[in-house]
């Protein structure tokens, strides 16, 4: 009986797994009709396609891994679905949107191979765009495996236009994203943007990346079409990601936008992560700080402690009240512990004996401001992680409510990349430890941002950007002009930034290094590069009697609503956003190295209602390269029908603050 029972068993096995051979591709498609995502099988090996109104998209693209033990998804067949849908808004505590809408039709694929492994995956539909995830079950509690190579395929139907960065030779993401085609580029990092067609457009990035690898694309031409190849951030070993028990890829996804403008207010990374895990979030405060950090960079300070050291304890004063006079939140000092100096033992629970911490925070909280701290690691992780508790309590119980961390070194204790798993790990440690000490992040040297924000609203803003720093020492004279009239289209998209604008001093360190941008562009990048901790980079010195600063003064750092509504990738690009808890517009518009003229409808505002325009822009012989510094002011009424006319200079801008009557 029982040889008999095993088979019949082996029977209805083999029928089950024969019908799912047969079995046609399943689809779903976004709420609103237009994205479809289909999923199938063909030679024994998953697949998926999307299409956007009826047109492909992305051709059948390959699901699957290298696992230590062979590949998933080579003799595999369609055992399951199912079917789920979301429809709901949540609030943020601070961000570009005080709400998002999470609006998506949801399918899961179970796959399982002849051997018995079995993988799921499940797709998450947008108006938007597409998300899509793995998750490989645990055989046994406690099982653990390799990943050896993920063989997830994007096959876009055509080459295109797309602009990125390098993975190689490119440190802390910090190049100069760059424009050709597809078919032209090596590997990639991510976001990677795509000018598909006319009016269609796509970013590829993740989301929700936790104990895992970052990704990054490998452009490979293939039957007439463009297939990504997904190349993870590897260990020292060569592995990819080491996993016990169930394990669960970042979404892979791809926004689709008629418009450039539309990637900028796409949500669906943030939608595909987690909600809060910190309940109470009154402490987390967004804001606008000033700090000891341009002047080093500009060889007027340092580091370490010396003759002209930046942090003590009677220029730290200084600077609180500068920020008190003129409404900033936070001032930073970089250098203020022990470590930077050559030979130094790092530590973040002792200060230079010229530094004293507990006397600054005190004046500072008198002041209503609050010191930000900063752990630089040089890449020594484990140093941080031991140290990091005792030191996160120490601070809180300073005041400190804000910390910078950085990475500064080749590698994370000098064998293991930060975008790899080791480094994902090591992030996270250092928010979730930050959380429990009610401390909020600035990350540098970051991982490329994921949208973890939303689980964690304590990470407030990251790095990962060729920054303002740049301006001041680069060799090759700074940033370009048409640098930060890409970065809304590219690095912003995965995150908060944090690139420092604002500098009102050009004066040059480096012979022909200075930013290349007039004064109203850097006031306008304030508004356009989001930061919810924003830093007004400059010298308070240089701040001083300057009419520009009265728009920094006003300028909040969380926005109800965020709109853009004109700009092409890498040429110009024009952002409003609408304050929280209140009815004042704030309008960032900025240029590359052309001169521009910019018609502007203020069809956003409040019908039937009047509203002052309090306009900053470039003067009428502004030029970033021969003078940078004309500014005018100027006031006009206006209503939901006024088209404001901007000129803009060449690499220029104008910063619009605009109340209501």
């Known amino acids: ?268 990374m943030l939608n595909l992560n987690e909600p809060s895990k910190i309940e109470d979030t009154s402490w987390i405060e967004p804001g606008r700080y000033i700090g000891i950090w341009w002047s080093i960079h500009k060889k007027q300070n340092t580091w370490e402690m010396g003759p002209t050291h930046g942090a003590t304890t009677q220029n730290v004063k200084r600077y609180i009240d500068f920020a008190a006079r003129h409404g900033f939140s936070g001032v930073l000092a970089e250098g203020w512990n022990p470590g930077w100096g050559q030979g130094e033992q790092i530590s973040y629970l002792k200060t230079y004996p010229d530094f004293d911490i507990e006397e600054v925070c005190n004046y500072a909280l008198k002041k209503g401001v609050r010191f930000i701290g900063h752990t630089e690691t040089w890449g020594n992780t484990k140093l941080l992680e031991e140290q990091m508790d005792s030191a996160f309590a120490w601070y809180s119980r300073l005041g400190i409510r804000a910390v910078k961390t950085g990475y500064v070194g080749h590698f994370f204790d000098g064998k293991e990349q930060a975008k790899s798993q080791y480094g994902i790990r090591h992030y996270r440690k250092v928010i979730e430890t930050a959380a429990k000490h009610h401390i909020m992040i600035d990350n540098h040297e970051p991982a490329m941002p994921t949208g973890i924000q939303r689980t964690w609203p304590n990470l407030m803003t990251q790095e990962g950007v060729r920054g303002q720093e740049y301006n001041a020492w680069d060799v090759k004279g700074g940033n370009p002009p048409s640098h930060t009239v890409t970065l809304p289209f590219t690095r912003c998209l995965a995150g908060p930034t944090d690139f420092t604008p604002a500098i009102f001093n050009f004066s040059e360190v480096v012979k022909g290094t200075h930013p290349r941008s007039t004064l109203a562009k850097q006031l306008a990048e304030f508004v356009v590069i989001y930061s919810p901790l924003q830093m007004a980079a400059d010298a308070i010195e240089n701040y001083e009697d300057q009419p520009a600063l009265t728009f920094i003064e006003s300028c909040p750092t969380t926005w109800s609503k965020t709109l853009v509504p004109n700009g092409e990738i890498g040429k110009y690009v024009t952002i409003a956003r609408k304050e929280r808890g209140g009815d004042r517009w704030f309008i960032g518009s900025i240029t590359n190295e052309q001169a521009r003229q910019i018609d502007l409808p203020l069809s956003f505002l409040d019908a039937d209602c009047r509203y002052l325009a309090i306009i900053y822009e470039d003067g009428p012989d502004a030029d970033y390269q021969t003078n940078p510094y004309p500014m005018t002011i100027r006031q006009l009424e206006v209503n939901n029908q006024t088209t404001l006319r901007l000129e803009l200079a060449r690499s220029g801008g104008a910063a619009i603050r605009i109340v209501k009557y």
Request: proline share 4%; hydrophobic share 35%; glycine share 8%.
């Open 1 to 268: 009986m029982r040889k008999l029972a095993v088979i019949i068993l082996g029977l209805f096995s083999s029928y089950y797994f024969n019908v799912a051979v047969q079995a046609k591709d399943v689809m779903v498609s976004s709420p609103d009709g237009t994205v479809t995502v289909a999923v199938g099988v063909k030679a024994n090996k998953p697949y998926y396609t999307v299409k956007y109104c009826g047109k492909t998209l992305v051709a059948p693209s390959h699901l699957g891994y290298l696992l230590d033990n062979g590949k998933l998804g080579e003799d595999t067949k369609m055992t399951g679905r199912h079917y789920d849908e979301k429809d709901e808004t949540w609030t943020q505590p601070w961000g570009e949107d005080s709400e998002v809408r999470n609006h998506y039709n949801e399918l899961t694929v179970n796959f399982q191979e002849r051997i018995g492994r079995r993988m799921n995956v499940v797709f998450r539909v947008f108006n938007d765009g597409v998300g899509f995830r793995y998750i490989l079950p645990s055989i046994s509690k406690g099982e653990k495996y390799w990943i050896l190579d993920e063989l997830t395929e994007i096959t876009l139907a055509h080459d295109a236009k797309a602009w990125s960065i390098p993975t190689n030779h490119t440190e802390y993401f910090e190049g100069i994203y760059t424009s050709d085609q597809l078919s032209r580029k090596d590997t990639v990092c991510t976001p990677l943007t795509i000018e598909y067609e006319d009016s269609l457009f796509l970013t590829i990035h993740e989301a929700a990346l936790e104990d895992y690898a970052s990704i990054n694309l490998t452009p490979r031409p293939s039957a007439g079409g463009m297939k990504l190849l997904t190349a993870l951030s590897p260990w020292q070993s060569g592995v990819k990601v080491y996993c016990e028990g169930e394990t669960k890829s970042p979404w892979r996804t791809i926004i689709i936008g008629k418009t450039a403008g539309d990637l900028i207010t796409s949500r669906l």
